[in-house]
């Protein structure tokens, strides 16, 4: 079963404007941790933001933050005032109580346009 | 060294050939861990070593894939026999300790080296 879906295989965004990419995420487990990395075309996996299932508060780090909501089981990636620099890959993933295996969605594809 | 480091960083090989993939993490990270990335997917997880065992080898596809870390720092992917279908980019990662681990989990986040393509014909 697919445990993190990323729905926006592509998504487009004006330079300045922010921008929102969806991930849900399926487990019954109640202790996990929520993930994004961006992947520019060098390659590279980069971390971004995480985000524990315990944790009141939603996570924010310089211009990325997460909104997590429990209940939904979502946690999108809001980035604001995009730059050119924000064109890449963007994964979420989760692991789950104990389990070492980071399982990641498959992605979604930001452009940002000048 | 600074990040993660892997070699080589494209390797084009012959079907039914051996490979080894070399992966170097930053230093005094105890916990590594091998992903394969296919084209337009997500990276999948291979394997994870806590120190030089390891812990959790459950997405290996297949015998004709190894690992080791004898030393605890430096890993080795092997793939014996070669497929087309091997053929990917294969990412090793890195962090301090164990997920779940400590007080802060977040802590335990991991570094991702820049990863070795590898092409099978």
């Known amino acids: 079963a697919q445990k993190i879906t990323q729905t926006q295989p592509g998504m487009f965004v004006q330079e300045k404007e922010a921008v929102t990419l969806d991930c849900t995420y399926d487990t019954s487990d109640q202790s996990y941790g929520l993930f994004w990395y961006k992947q520019p075309s060098s390659g590279e996996m980069i971390f971004l933001i995480y985000?524990?299932?315990?944790?009141?508060q939603n996570a924010t780090e310089g211009r990325y933050s997460l909104n997590f909501q429990k209940a939904r089981k979502s946690a999108n990636l809001v980035i604001s005032a995009s730059q050119l620099g924000d064109s890449a890959m963007y994964f979420c993933a989760m692991r789950e109580g104990y389990n070492n295996d980071m399982r990641f969605g498959a992605g979604t594809r930001l452009t940002v346009k000048p | 060294g600074a990040g993660v480091s892997q070699t080589p960083s494209n390797k084009v090989t012959e079907k039914g050939k051996y490979v080894e993939l070399r992966c170097d993490p930053i230093s005094g990270h105890t916990a590594l861990y091998w992903y394969r990335q296919s084209l337009g997917q997500g990276p999948e997880f291979l394997i994870y070593?806590?120190?030089?065992?390891?812990a959790d080898d459950s997405g290996l596809p297949n015998d004709r894939f190894f690992a080791v870390r004898p030393e605890g720092s430096v890993s080795t992917l092997k793939i014996q026999r070669t497929e087309r279908g091997d053929s990917a980019v294969y990412l090793c990662?890195?962090?301090?300790?164990?997920w779940g681990t400590g007080g802060d989990s977040g802590a335990n986040v991991l570094t991702f080296g820049a990863g070795s393509r590898l092409t099978v014909l």
């Open positions: 985000q524990g299932s315990y944790d009141e």
């Open positions: 070593f806590q120190g030089t065992g390891a």
């Open positions: 990662a890195s962090s301090p300790g164990a």
